[in-house]
């Protein structure tokens, strides 16, 4: 850190002087006190309009969020402020419940195959062989496409009777060429996982080949060197080195998995009844069927605190070991 | 410091939020008695702009009317906006929280008791019994703008529900393509012979998975039988599910129909964006369904020809309509008020009336049913018919019963029909619709 003792020490020579700021800054709010405290206020200058733009554009909206879940608020007409009403019956209401324990469910079964798979496509396709780029885009195109489009397509192609996937799992013998897909529990779940993961992985496999491909090659050499197998060197050069991009991956698939809404709502509605109806989708429901908008953002604001601990906790056990942390004195 | 700013701004936005929210809570001015809807100029020589908005369900229609209207008059003009097909309440309710509403909503008829019963749109009853046509109004649209007896909408538009039926394939079924069921007991027995023409040809269908849909359909074979699902005024409504007759005839009908496979098996996964097409291809010989629904998918030369309606039916006879499609509703705050009441009551003039057919839309005036009405739309003679004897549910919770996969009648007509489990499906019928009630009452 640079401070006034960094000058010189030849008292003959001039001190030099900390470095003029230009003239077009507010010269008044620069001058006076300590290098540090003068610092310190270029740096509040520096960062207030970003704040600025923060406070109206998230923290106004949330604790407005905050209030509204506080009153009965309704689509129109007066409102009354109930205090923690809303939330209390929130922990009692089972079919908020169950769109949690199904958020949940929903994503355990998702997360692992998105990281295992866009792992295992990044690997394939992280070396600039041949035909890497066409695999990178092959693989790449369903995140960009986008979920609702692709929703559609297979709320079509899922159609008994006339839908590739029935003609095609029919003739192979898996299943029968009338199975409705998204009207049966079981099988909407697993259809929309196994999709899901063919979108999310493709993600996931760009952020692994990035970190992938910034490491250093000097240690592949001195692995094969040592006679390392494929398998050795992922395990202790490839993933290690990849833990920061993992845990950015992860976080991602997991706060996507716990806000997903587009695809349930285009395939199964929630049904058959509530049963795969994700939290988004409840919140959705109670806010813009049944107008109860102060209920509904109760549920809301649930969601983002659940979601900011899950991020806390995956940045916690996800951390970077190399930073030095303080020893306990005992 | 840091932690004092934020402190500072978390303050300054709650308070902001807290004064805000107070603020949206005032009520609104209504327009004074001397320009008011009770007022003889109301409505008269009005200048200015009316912003219109409209749902985009309406969008042809809309975009005729509003087109026609500014090119006959040079004082007042329309200005129209297209809303959401099914978030325009949520629009509608901002602009009126906002205090700059529409001078005119075309909005669904079923979601006009969320706004009437909180003051939202202008009374219009004074003006209203000033019609000459008044007592001629849809009575299911005019129901659903009616709240503690005052009128805060007339009709827009109807959207209503007939039973489509293939002529050609009555035929070939030996059946007389002039002679449309009139009763459950036949529409099964004509299905059951046009389903066994085969060749990938069905007697029935129906979008089995749109809730929407299915109450657009199966409700006005109930209501025929003067039966309904709830009673009451708003606020006391109840459920009357179990003991209904006409319900369980309703859903026994659609139970044979799966069980007998009269219907084709991917009924039970249309969820309504392909509804009516495997009818309008050909392969369906009875398909309850909207007047424009078919209208709009079929070739103009199929109609009449080889596609007919018949009204829909109750189990031994009578027949009514879901009276659906838009009403018009004045916002309280309007800035035209007396604008908007000039452009409605010239769309509902017989002159813009009559265009209405070719537009996918049925009138809303039955007086304008006349023998040469019928002459040149005979197929829209019949919902226009079925309106004097159609009905919706005036109740706030239209929407979360029918309109969702996880509501109480979607939840009944599963087990019902897919699972042939009657007593169970009007058990659960009755205990979720008089949930939802009792907490729209509370």
Known sequence: ?330 | MKRRTFALFSATALVAAAAAGCSSSSSTPAASSATGPGSASFGVNATGTVQFWARTVSKTLAQKLVSEFNASHSNLKVKLTLTSINDDTTSLATSIRAGDPPDVDGLNDIDMPTFTRNGSFLDLTKAIAKLPYASALSPGHVGLGTYQGKEYGVPYWADLSVLWYNKNLFKQAGLNPDDPPTTYAQILSDAQKINKLGHGINGFTFAGDCQGCLGFTVQPGIWAAHSYLTTGAIGSQTATITGNTALMQALTLYQEMWSQHLVPDNVRTDDGPTWGQDFVAGKIGIMPGGYGQVENLATSAQLGSEFADAPLPGATGDYSTFDGGDDFAIPAAAKNPSGAWEFITWVMQEQQQEQYPGLGATPIRTDLLTPAFSAAHPLDAVPLKALGHGYAPVTLIYNQAFNEASGPWFQMFTTAVYDGNMNLALQQGQSGFTQLLQQAAA
């Open chain 1, 1 to 330: 850190m640079i401070t006034d003792e960094s000058g010189p020490r030849d008292s003959t020579v001039p001190r030099a002087r900390p470095v003029k700021p230009s003239p077009s800054w507010p010269a008044a709010l620069l001058r006076g006190g300590s290098l540090g405290a003068r610092r310190a206020r270029t740096g509040m200058i520096l960062v207030s309009p970003a704040f600025a733009l923060v406070a109206v554009f998230v923290l106004f909206p949330l604790g407005f969020a905050v209030y509204i879940s506080l009153t009965d608020w309704p689509l129109i007409g007066p409102y009354h402020f109930t205090g923690g009403r809303n939330y209390t019956e929130l922990i009692h209401d089972p079919v908020f419940i169950h769109s949690v324990v199904f958020t949940l469910l929903y994503t355990a079964i998702v997360t692992g195959p998105i990281l295992v798979l866009g792992y295992a496509m990044a690997a394939f396709v992280r070396a600039n062989r041949p035909g890497s780029v066409v695999f990178r885009t092959a693989f790449f195109l369903p995140f960009i496409v986008g979920l609702a489009t692709e929703s559609f397509m297979l709320l079509l192609e899922l159609q008994p009777d006339s839908g590739v996937v029935d003609a095609v799992l029919g003739k192979l013998g898996l299943a029968s060429v009338s199975t409705a897909w998204t009207v049966h529990y079981d099988l909407a779940l697993g259809v929309i996982c196994v999709f899901v993961v063919w979108f999310a992985s493709g993600l996931t496999m760009m952020i692994l080949m990035g970190g992938m491909q910034g490491i250093p090659g000097d240690l592949y050499e001195a692995a094969n060197v040592d006679g390392a197998t494929w398998w050795q060197k992922e395990r202790r050069i490839t993933i290690p080195m990849l833990r920061r991009n993992i845990a950015l991956s992860l976080i991602i698939s997991v706060i996507g998995s716990f806000l997903a809404f587009n695809q349930f709502y285009i395939l199964t509605q929630g049904g058959p009844g509530t049963s795969t109806e994700p939290i988004v989708m409840w919140i959705y429901q109670e806010a813009f069927i049944a107008y109860h908008l102060g209920y509904a953002t109760a549920g809301a604001i649930a969601l983002v605190v659940v979601v900011a601990i899950i991020s806390a906790a995956q940045f916690f056990l996800l951390r970077d070991d190399d930073t030095p942390r303080p020893r306990r004195r005992g």
